[in-house]
């Protein structure tokens, strides 16, 4: 057209330009879509495996982190890694593609364009390795602020209501304000660093094309060089440059994604691929409470053991909660497992239920028994009744394939829970139930399994904890009376009422003074 060409006789360039158009535009919208698919098939799975390695590490791997660290890392991390994934790889790889096809075509057409190019070139690069190691350390602390941030504030929301009780919830504004207001200053900072990087970036591409600019309008001026290949060489030379700008701008929309992929990759690594970690060599570790006293069945009852401890020790981080453990208890036995807070109770059941990590035996009807089969062989509530949305029938025979209603109701009676229709529909974790109900929910559930499997071991942690005396006496009852049936019912319990109503009582201080005076005297036997 320049040249005065007249336009009909154009017709199939014209037809071709168009169609050059069209086609980039579908191609680039057709990689947008594979790129947004590819990048939620992997946050996908990256999000499964996440949730994997959380499972099998058990409280050990809860306990690295805290609950709001960990959701922060499988939700807000893992959808920052869109740009990364969907944005950044894509347009690494078509750089690494495209890039040199242009320079090619650009050294066959022009030779010294071509030349110009591949020296100008790597100033880009070079401005985006200098612009990455400046923002790497502000996005990795803009990704913990917000770590930080939602830790907080969920631990806040968890405990809000005992916040409130005490007259303290008002406290934690001022904390919440101030890590947020740290958060948007980094969250500034790293804006600040992108607009300067995506300035610099232009810059150089700018200057570059500015370069082969010149350099073909003197040339143009000698006549060294057609017009038609000056114009071609000036129309494709930003394209040498614009896939590398484009790596340097989704480089930033992916920092967010960047920085959380080494807490994800950790979670995965620590979790799902590792066993859990040994239990701390209790000979190193000072013995902050002693061997309680053993409950050994008597001659003649071996057989009737349901279960068996033999030398059991705990350690939690660098402490010893329980040490030399060694215990027995029959069949049709209701025991009580007591001590203060922190003895070891918890971590007891933590242990024989295989979610943390222990040293000694665990022997069920005489036989050393994997964690796996004690889990699958023991019918257990926590501390807390973590009750699911839905029919209270359905709550109950949570896991069953074929829920027997005779039996839900049979259990609801053993824990007490008849107060509870059974036309009650529970909301989100359990949502529409008393504390007192909820945690009596709790025990039928534990209890319905049991009766359906026939497990042998129901083990419950402060089932009683928040019922009054009336209602804690019918939760006694029960146990008894599912004790009677020939089961072994152990609860850990603070409460005077179920201590009296057990067979056995395991006190994890008892001789406390004595091993305390051992240690003290024998300080060398101890450290071997």
């Known amino acids: 057209m320049i040249e005065g060409a007249p336009l009909e006789s154009m017709g199939m360039l014209v037809a071709a330009t168009a169609a050059s158009v069209v086609a980039r535009a579908l191609t680039q919208a057709a990689l947008d879509a594979l790129a947004a698919r590819g990048a939620a098939r992997v946050k996908s799975q990256l999000r499964e495996r996440a949730i994997a390695a959380i499972d099998r590490g058990g409280s050990a791997q809860l306990g690295r982190r805290s609950s709001g660290s960990l959701a922060t890392i499988i939700g807000p991390g893992l959808d920052a890694m869109d740009g990364y994934v969907g944005l950044y790889l894509p347009q690494l790889i078509l750089t690494a593609v495209a890039t040199p096809i242009v320079v090619g075509v650009l050294l066959l057409s022009d030779l010294a364009t071509g030349i110009a190019v591949m020296v100008t070139l790597p100033l880009i690069p070079v401005f985006m390795v200098l612009i990455g190691w400046a923002t790497q350390a502000m996005q990795r602390s803009q990704w913990e602020a917000l770590v930080t941030l939602s830790a907080g504030f969920h631990e806040v929301v968890l405990g809000l209501s005992t916040l409130t009780i005490f007259g303290r919830q008002h406290r934690q504004t001022a904390r919440i304000e101030a890590v947020t207001d740290a958060y948007r200053a980094r969250t500034m900072k790293v804006l600040r660093v992108s607009f300067l990087s995506s300035f610099a970036l232009e810059l150089a591409a700018s200057l570059s094309v500015a370069v082969v600019a010149v350099s073909v309008g003197v040339r143009l001026i000698d006549g060294a060089i057609p017009f038609a290949l000056g114009l071609f060489v000036l129309i494709l030379t930003p394209e040498a440059y614009l896939p590398l700008r484009l790596v340097g701008a989704r480089y930033h929309a992916a920092a967010d994604g960047i920085a959380a992929w080494d807490d994800v990759l950790d979670l995965i690594e620590g979790g799902a691929d590792a066993p859990p970690a040994p239990a701390v060599p209790l000979a190193s570790v000072p013995l ?6 053993s409950v050994m069945p008597r001659d003649g009852e071996a057989l009737e053991v349901a ?23 029959r069949r049709g036995s209701l025991v009580a497992i007591t001590g203060p807070s922190g003895a070891g109770k918890s971590s007891l059941v933590a242990a024989l239920l295989g979610f943390t990590p222990a040293e ?17 062989r023991i019918a257990w509530a926590g501390q807390s009744p973590e009750l699911t949305a839905g029919p209270l029938d359905a709550v109950v025979a949570l896991g069953s394939e074929h829920p027997d209603p005779a039996l839900v109701a049979r259990a609801l009676a053993l824990a007490g829970a008849l107060d509870v229709p059974l036309t009650t529909v529970l909301g989100p974790a359990g949502q529409g139930l008393s504390g007192g109900q909820a945690q009596r929910v709790a025990i039928a559930r534990a209890v319905y399994r049991a009766l359906e499997r026939d497990l042998e071991i129901v083990v419950l942690d402060e089932p009683t904890s928040a019922l009054d005396a009336e209602a804690e006496g019918r939760v006694v009852a029960g146990l008894r009376a599912l004790a009677a049936e020939g089961r072994l019912v152990l609860v850990v319990t603070h409460r005077p009422a179920v201590v009296a109503a057990a067979d056995d009582v395991l006190d994890l201080t008892a001789h406390a003074a004595d091993a305390a005076r051992e240690a003290a005297h024998a300080p060398e036997v101890v450290a071997r």
């Open 288 to 293: 902050a409470s002693v061997p309680p006293a």
């Open 307 to 329: 279960l068996a401890l033999e030398g059991v020790s705990i350690a939690r981080a660098s402490r010893a909660v329980v040490s030399g453990l060694d215990a027995a208890w």
């Open 360 to 376: 000694g035996r665990f022997l069920l009807a005489g036989r050393e028994a994997s964690a796996e089969e004690r889990l699958a």
